[in-house]
DNA sequence: CCAAAAGTGTTGTTTATACACCCATGT
DNA sequence: ACATGGGTGTATAAACAACACTTTTGG
């Protein structure tokens, strides 16, 4: 039992992880198999530790709930709303976090009844304020699409210049033109070709990978 | 008493509140009155009350701290390294303001010995991680100049070109071509010329005001 | 009449956009 | 042979950067 003088809010942390899979976009949601909205689908998150440094606590929860680890994550908002949790004050740090298509090992774990991605355009109804954070990763992702190589997280370690487009596709929602669209990647200097290529059904692409793949920076 | 089965963290609020005077960037300090860090300066905030939301908590703190109300605000960032604060784990939520220069009613008050404005590029040994949390608030601020019209919230209701742009001056530390600079934010469409003028020492100026005075809005 | 800030357009450069055809492979 | 995605360059438009002189006031 922990005594404190003036009440103390609950804090945990939620991520929001995107990955993109039969050309859609997707989010990882876990099954609650506890009340508040048990049976409701929510973010995989949880409360912090008390030695526990927040992103550490993003990762382990992420880990914890659904086997995915190593992914890039970056700190979104943190949602206090009094009222957003009915069993007490509980003020959430929300990160969102990308996969490459190659790295998905989700299982469902702990406190979970069951962990699935679901297409971002059609998610089923959230526990607590939910909704809000991914709307609002979902902001941030397309935006940062503009001016960072943030794409990239979502490669796995070779990759087609035509499947990076399709990463941009999938998320802004639009066709890119494809001569001006390699221009742009050639020119943040942050791929290179590794002289392979690869046999699919039609003339073979030249594959590509990451200078520095954990890395996300800003390009213009 | 608050009884808990598992520990919780304290959460607090903390302001970097920017002006602009003399013609330098400061900012608002306050000179901690008990420990840890007694007598050191720091960031104005405090706890979160256990119904509060974040934002007004912020503002709150603000106000009893340093007589401050008003201004915009905007979250900055969550920092919770665990042994920031030497007493017990407190998680703070960062808030940056900006506060036009005509707007100063700033008197120390509650647990604050003293308020006072330091320039940004002078400023104390500083309690906590604070010295952090303003870098961060100065890059967001900075950042902000170049895609949106923030620039307008350290203006006063009437003001003159030359004064904006005297604004950009200071905080990019760097001097900006003055046709260049006029052009480029009459394009935003978001001040007008209100047909006065200020006569100063030389050949008077147009005032202009804010379409919107507490938006703020992104620019190109 | 001098000092000081206000005010005002044009030109060149860079960046972004629009656009169409041939290639290599698997079936 | 054909269907499919891979691969490439140029011309136009738009945005940005550089740049100098006249005006109006107070002292």
Redesign the pocket.
């Known amino acids: 039992m922990y005594n404190y003088i003036y009440p103390h809010p609950a804090v945990s942390t939620d991520i929001v992880l995107f990955t993109i899979e039969e050309e859609k976009l997707k989010v990882l949601l876990i099954q609650r198999a506890a009340d508040p909205f048990r049976d409701h689908w929510a973010l995989p998150g949880g409360f912090v530790e008390i030695d526990e440094d927040l992103e550490a606590g993003a990762l382990r929860e992420l880990g914890e709930e659904t086997g995915v680890t190593g992914v890039w994550l970056e700190q979104l908002y943190t949602f206090g709303r009094p009222d957003r949790d009915p069993r007490e004050r509980v003020i959430t740090i929300a990160y969102y976090a990308l996969v490459p298509i190659d790295r998905l090992h989700v299982r469902a774990a702990s406190d979970a009844r069951d962990a699935r991605w679901f297409e971002w355009k059609n998610l089923p109804p959230l526990a607590f304020d939910h909704r809000e954070i991914i709307d609002r990763a979902h902001r941030r992702l397309a935006a940062k699409l503009d001016y960072s190589n943030i794409a990239l997280q979502f490669m796995p370690s070779r990759f ?4 990076l487009q399709k990463v941009y596709e999938i998320i802004r929602g639009e066709a890119l ?4 669209f ?2 742009r990647v050639r020119s943040w200097g942050s791929i290179e070709s590794t002289g392979e ?1 690869r ?8 594959l590509f990978t990451a200078r520095e793949p954990g890395r996300v920076e800003f390009v ?1």
Chains 1, 2 share one sequence.
Not at 160 to 163: Q, R, V
Not at 177 to 180: I, T, V
């Open positions: 087609t210049l035509g499947e033109d494809k001569r001006n390699r221009k290529r046999n699919g059904k039609h003339r073979p692409a030249r213009k």
